[in-house]
């Protein structure tokens, strides 16, 4: 038994009052998040420290009663979370550019940077007296506010926040709940799993995961409906309502794409014991213009951290194989690495000389699914008893997992 923190979002459903007053908080925090940021800087360049959450907020209160009064329209929880959101902001900076100077982190290090309006109403995070009702919830200052699913919240649980937020029009709420759980026993089998552009996924069992491409097949309507953005005068009311249509349809590709991943990774967690994925550098793939649009619209990101946190959730082990064991590139049968192999060639064959035998050829993202498979068993010595039923599986080539190992490091 052990207590896990866990958020439900769904959707409100606000009244213009409602909605106004949403607005209210949601721009109060951004001003302080604005706000506190600006005073870091200067700070910073001052004295080369910058004040805590908790010394800002202070300053802040003190500001209120002279410079920023229509602070107090809104909760003081507005202000005083997003300096924290802030400080979290900072410390998650730090911690990139600590990675960054060992070598280990090429994305970008996300220096928090001010929030504007253009770029989303984004929200606000609530504490203090939080109860959720049948088919509402009720938040400080805000009230009492309708949701649109009725019965989907917990209840009789301590709600430790409460997030309210906007995306396109449509306003949503995230409760961040604390559980009492039981992670059950899990007696699934070890999978590889290979994640590609064609195909979403490849499963060392041999199970394909399609992806479904969400933003491609929309991206007609999307370029179209972009050119009407750009085509209305800035700052008309035209431009305005063309670009909410732009944004309902992003939405769109945003939820299905949710959907897909949230699905997979949830059946993963479930039905597997030990989940084998290849190291990808995404931040760095993303950067090759012409499979940025394709990987971002798979959600490979998103995928590697639902996995992770719904897998303590189901008893499941992620394995995360090191990115310099080339999966793809790597005989599941015998271990022998294609040095010379392309990414355009498919099925992968096996040309090992020292084993003639082999001789497989195989779908190669099956192939690299296997190959990651075999990493588990080999390099795990914390494997559960329920793991070892993973043998079981399906496997073209049997071989020693430890022989594997070793042709595998001296590459
Ligand atoms: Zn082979």
Not at 49 to 76: C, D, F, G, M
Not at 109 to 123: A, M, S
Not at 295 to 306: H, L, M, T
Not at 314 to 332: F, I, L, N, Q
């Amino acid at each position: 038994m052990s207590t896990i923190q866990r958020a439900y979002k769904t959707e409100l459903d606000l009244n213009n009052a409602q909605i106004t007053a949403c607005k209210q908080h949601a721009g109060a925090a951004r001003w302080a998040y604005n706000w506190g940021l600006q005073r870091k800087q200067e700070a910073y360049r001052a004295t080369g420290t910058s004040p805590s959450a908790i010394e800002l907020h202070r300053e802040l209160n003190a500001l209120k009663q002279t410079a920023v009064p229509w602070l107090y329209a809104v909760s003081k929880c507005a202000p005083q979370e997003a300096l924290r959101s802030l400080d979290t902001a900072f410390a998650h900076f730090f911690r990139r550019a600590r990675l960054q100077k060992h070598g280990k982190l090429h994305g970008k290090l996300g220096y928090p940077r001010r929030k504007n309006r253009k770029r989303g109403l984004g929200g606000c995070r609530l504490t203090g007296s939080l109860v959720i009702l049948p088919g509402a919830v009720q938040l400080p200052r805000l009230g009492r506010l309708r949701l649109k699913e009725r019965g989907y919240l917990p209840a009789d649980t301590k709600i430790l926040s409460a997030t309210v937020s906007e995306q396109a029009g449509h306003w949503y709420v995230s409760l961040l709940v604390e559980h009492e759980h039981v992670v059950p026993e899990n007696t699934g089998p070890v999978v590889g799993v290979d994640l590609g552009l064609k195909r979403l996924a490849t499963l060392s069992d041999g199970h394909v995961e399609e992806n479904p491409r969400h933003l491609q097949r929309r991206l007609q309507k999307i370029k179209r409906l972009q050119r009407a953005v750009s085509r209305k005068v800035k700052g008309s009311q035209n431009r305005k309502k063309a670009a909410r249509r732009l944004g309902t349809h992003y939405r769109h590709v945003a939820n299905q794409r949710a959907n897909t991943v949230h699905q997979f990774t949830s059946r993963l967690a479930k039905t597997k014991s030990v989940v084998v994925l290849e190291d990808l550098n995404v931040a760095g793939m993303l950067k090759n213009h012409r499979l940025a649009l394709a990987i971002s619209d798979v959600g490979w990101g998103a995928f590697r951290r639902q996995l992770t946190y719904k897998a303590a959730w189901y008893g499941c082990r992620v394995v995360v194989a090191d990115r310099w064991e080339p999966s793809s590139k790597t005989c599941s049968g015998c271990g022998w690495v294609d040095g010379d192999l392309t990414l355009a060639e498919r099925p992968f064959r096996c040309e090992n000389p020292a084993r003639p035998d082999c001789g497989l050829v195989l779908d190669r993202d099956l192939n690299a699914a296997l190959t990651l498979a075999q990493l588990a068993d080999s390099s795990s010595d914390s494997l559960n008893a329920c793991g070892e039923d993973g043998s079981g599986q399906r496997q073209v080539a049997l071989v020693k997992p430890s022989s594997m190992k070793q042709e595998l490091n001296a590459v």
